[in-house]
């Protein structure tokens, strides 16, 4: 079936690293979304990519769709710890269903 | 903003016991969706709605059913709770991209 694959699981980073979580999926997507999902709440819908090669960026995050449409990146530069949490890609295919990868777990030290 | 409103944050029932979780969302998204979030296997698709009394099987649906009867209301049933569907259960709805509910964390006894 399809699947969204996402690495790594777990990051733990110092204050002020750059942080890159990298998400693949078995078929060509429609469209990617990015959540983040903060320690005991909801995931909370942070940004959709739809053109092949398109590169987004909020403030310190910079997110990438692949140009065959099929792997996503997300990277933070210089990472506080406001930046802790989940961080989910989830994939849009032919059928409308969003497939969640299993997300990245990011922790910051100060 | 857009609000989805899960009625319960924790319950706790016991085997075999019926189990109703209500979602209720405020901006009248046609497409509702039910997940539950395991460690390690991240989020997963119970069952979805595009419109009012449709329904769709989700990648998980065996051993749940959903109700749609208002546009604004999605209610997720377990009909005979298995310790197995103890998780923490997410409804969303959206337009562009999803907006979750604050989860309702379930424990089956």
């Known amino acids: 079936g399809q699947q969204v694959m996402q690495i790594p699981q777990y990051q733990h980073v110092q204050e002020g690293e750059d942080f890159t979580t990298y998400c693949n999926s078995s078929?060509?997507?429609?469209?990617i979304q990015w959540y983040k999902q903060r320690p005991g709440g909801h995931p909370v819908f942070l940004i959709q990519?739809?053109?092949?090669?398109e590169v987004k960026k909020q403030k310190r995050l910079t997110f990438q769709f692949g140009e065959a449409k099929k792997n996503s990146s997300l990277h933070i530069t210089a990472t506080q710890t406001t930046d802790v949490g989940t961080y989910f890609c989830?994939?849009?295919?032919?059928?409308?269903?969003?497939?969640f990868g299993t997300g990245t777990r990011l922790q910051v030290f100060p | 903003d857009v609000k989805v409103t899960q009625s319960s944050r924790y319950l706790v029932k016991r085997t075999g016991e019926k189990v109703f979780l209500e979602c209720v969302q405020d901006m009248d998204h046609e497409n509702m969706f039910w997940y539950r979030q395991d460690p390690g296997l991240g989020l997963r698709l119970i069952y979805f709605?595009?419109?009012?009394?449709?329904?769709e099987k989700g990648d998980i649906p065996e051993g749940y059913s959903v109700s749609r009867e208002k546009k604004e209301r999605f209610s997720l049933i377990l009909e005979s709770a298995s310790t197995n569907q103890t998780s923490m259960y997410l409804c969303?709805?959206?337009?562009?991209?999803?907006?979750f509910g604050s989860g309702t964390r379930l424990t089956v006894v």
């Open positions: 990519l739809v053109k092949s090669g």
């Open positions: 989830a994939g849009l295919h032919n059928t409308d269903k969003l497939i």
């Open positions: 709605s595009y419109d009012v009394k449709m329904k």
């Open positions: 078929t060509t997507l429609s469209n």
């Open positions: 969303a709805s959206s337009s562009y991209g999803y907006t």
